[in-house]
């Protein structure tokens, strides 16, 4: 694990580095939490009320919704950077090749326009998406998109195995039938 004086140092480049408008991300391990530059230091982000990302305390009652329910566990506000960072590693994360930004005021007026609006769902309105939305104006989550085909390359494999279990004794019963027969 890093010592926490090389991330500040680390951190601290990356806020030097950091243009009104940048997507910034806050590594925190098993996720990655987004939020918007804005300048004088501060992201505009969606953040829970228990941490400043809305998984700080993971729990799974408020991670996924039934038929994309909000849930009001989270809402867009505005924070220090170093209160973001908490103690994470931040990079400058522009990451869609495919979309041309908006321009930078526009991007910073798109985040500061939600502070206070209220809703989350993992899957279709997380961090990643407002930020997103915000440089793009397009939701998109690679985290997501990234889980979802996981989870069905995953159940894909699974149910292969479950066929090939199936059908193997079939095909073996079939043999053994056409053996007899003749």
């Not at 890093?2 to 243009?19: F, G």
């Not at 700080?56 to 009001?72: A, C, E, P, Y």
């Not at 400058?92 to 321009?103: A, E, G, V």
Request: charged residues 25%.
């Amino acid at each position: 694990m890093q010592q926490t004086s090389d991330i500040t140092r680390h951190n601290a480049t990356v806020l030097n580095y950091l243009q009104e408008g940048d997507i910034v991300e806050f590594n925190r391990g098993l996720y990655s939490h987004y939020g918007v530059y804005v300048g004088n230091e501060e992201i505009v982000h969606l953040a829970g009320e228990d941490e400043y990302d809305g998984l700080g305390d993971v729990n799974t009652g408020h991670l996924f919704s039934i038929s994309g329910q909000r849930f009001n566990k989270a809402w867009v506000k505005k924070d220090s950077f170093w209160t973001v960072t908490s103690n994470s590693k931040a990079k400058i994360n522009n990451k869609d090749n495919k979309r041309k930004p908006l321009p930078r005021h526009q991007i910073v007026a798109n985040a500061l326009s939600k502070i206070g609006h209220v809703g989350y769902n993992l899957i279709y309105s997380n961090c990643e998406h407002f930020a997103n939305w915000c440089r793009y104006e397009v939701e998109k989550s690679e985290q997501v998109d990234n889980w979802l085909t996981g989870l069905a390359l995953g159940a894909a494999g699974v149910l292969t195995v479950i066929g090939a279990a199936f059908l193997m004794p079939q095909a073996e019963k079939k043999e053994e039938e056409e053996a007899r027969e003749q």
